[in-house]
């Protein structure tokens, strides 16, 4: 009995020095990845906004010349405008093991409809919004580090300068010009459809066009719109992906 008390305090002092010992060899760990120098790059975020959701991708690289695995990296970014959060991308977990570097892209995304449920003006009109960017990760898969920084940045609207104009009829078909300018830094791609309505706010006709149109790029298109029913006022949705993004009157009352 005295031989296996004597042995489970081994252990158990073994077992603490262990448990001490680990922010040790963390630090170290830390230090050494520090001495490397040039041991860890982040690209400049690119965003898509294609089929109603908004697409950022990051692209970074990571020496893990530590003794310990670097695990559950990942990258959490919000967005606010003002004091609310309209946004946030949480990019998925990857994972360095110790001695090896990875190369790859952080990716996430987020519903438009999601965003404009919070601020319906993005789309149409420009800002300054605010941002906090987290960056986590692990090492040894037990002692977690958090890296933040916050800055404010210019969103430029995808639909600046949207104009919806009434051209013609031509018995069977209601004509508008729509004309867009993408002052957002990421292009724009997917349905954009064009919706009338008669003075009973019934529909009448509607009609969709694939737009792709790159960041600062101007985009002008008719729309032919074939109708059940003639008027000459009304009023005329556009959508994009589902989303509405104007409304308005049209013709004489």
Do not use: A, H, P, W
């Given at each position: 009995m005295r031989h296996t008390n004597r042995a489970l305090r081994l252990i158990i002092a073994i077992l603490w020095i262990a448990v001490l010992m680990l922010p040790v060899t963390v630090a170290l760990s830390l230090l050494k990845l520090l001495e490397g120098g040039n041991i860890a790059g982040i690209g400049e975020p690119s965003l898509t906004l294609s089929d109603g959701n908004l697409f950022m991708s990051i692209p970074f690289?990571?020496?893990?010349?530590?003794?310990?695995?670097?695990?559950e990296v990942c990258i959490n970014i919000e967005i606010y405008n003002g004091a609310e959060k309209i946004a946030e991308f949480s990019t998925q977990r990857v994972n360095i093991p110790a001695g090896e570097m990875a190369a790859s892209n952080l990716s996430a995304s987020v519903s438009l409809e999601d965003l404009l449920s919070k601020d319906g003006k993005l789309l149409t009109n420009d800002t300054e919004l605010n941002a906090s960017v987290a960056f986590h990760f692990r090492v040894a898969h037990v002692i977690a580090f958090k890296i933040a920084k916050n800055f404010t940045f210019h969103w430029g609207a995808p639909f600046s300068n949207l104009t919806i104009q009434h051209v013609s009829c031509n018995g069977t078909h209601q004509v508008f010009s729509v004309s867009i300018f993408n002052n957002a830094p990421f292009p724009i791609s997917g349905p954009l459809r064009l919706e009338i309505l008669n003075p009973s706010n019934i529909t009448v006709g509607s009609m969709e066009q694939q737009i792709d149109v790159p960041s600062k790029g101007l985009y002008q298109g008719l729309f032919e719109v074939p109708v059940s029913e003639l008027t000459n006022n009304g009023t005329v949705r556009l959508y994009f992906a589902d989303i509405l993004i104007r409304e308005e009157r049209w013709g004489s009352p």
């Open positions: 690289r990571i020496n893990n010349t530590g003794f310990y695995d670097i695990s």
